[in-house]
C-alpha cells in the first residue's frame, strides 16, 4: 500500500502547471457534459438533445485523462480535450441552433440571454471557460521532467 502511494505522490509531483489546467478543463467538461445531460433528457427539450455532443465530449474526458498519465502523451492531453470539446460544442450548436433563432429572433440583448434555458446558458459558459482554460493549457509545460528536458537543450546549445 505504501509503494502505491508513493507512485501517486511521485506522479503529482512530477506534474507541472499545464498539467493542472489539463485537469481543470476535464473537470469543467464533466461538468458541462452533466449539465447537458441534465437539462436536456427532460420530455420538453430531449428534442434538442443529441447523443453526438455526449460522445465528443465523454471522449474529451477520456482522451484529456489517458494522455495526462504518461510523459511522453501529456503534452497533447490539453489539445485533445479542448479539440473534442470543440467538436462537442459545434454538434451542441447543430442541434440547438433552432432554440438560438427562436429566442433571438427579435435581435440580441442581455436580458434573452439570461432568459435562456439553463441548459443552453449554463453549457455555453461551461464551453467557453473550458476552451480558455484548455488554450492557456495547450502552452504551459505538462510535467516537470519536460522543462528539464527542454532547459538543459538550450543549456548545451541545442534547439529551443
Avoid: N
Wanted: proline letters at 1%; glycine letters at 8%.
Amino acid at each position: 500500500m505504501k509503494d502505491v502511494l508513493k507512485v501517486v505522490k511521485e506522479f503529482f509531483k512530477s506534474r507541472a502547471l499545464g498539467f493542472w489546467f489539463t485537469t481543470a478543463a476535464v473537470i469543467l467538461s464533466v461538468a458541462r457534459l452533466s449539465v447537458y445531460i441534465a437539462g436536456f433528457t427532460l420530455p420538453a427539450w430531449e428534442s434538442y438533445f443529441h447523443w453526438t455532443v455526449v460522445f465528443f465530449s465523454v471522449v474529451a474526458i477520456a482522451a484529456g485523462i489517458a494522455l495526462s498519465v504518461f510523459d511522453t502523451t501529456a503534452p497533447y492531453a490539453a489539445a485533445a480535450t479542448t479539440l473534442f470539446e470543440f467538436l462537442s460544442f459545434l454538434m451542441f450548436m447543430r442541434y440547438g441552433y433552432m432554440y438560438f433563432s427562436q429566442i433571438f429572433f427579435g435581435g440580441i440583448s442581455l436580458s434573452l440571454f439570461f432568459q435562456m434555458h439553463f441548459g443552453y446558458l449554463w453549457c455555453i459558459l461551461l464551453y467557453v471557460a473550458v476552451f480558455g482554460i484548455g488554450i492557456a493549457g495547450m502552452f504551459l509545460k505538462q510535467s516537470k521532467k519536460e522543462a528539464e528536458r527542454q532547459k538543459e537543450t538550450v543549456a548545451v546549445g541545442g534547439e529551443v
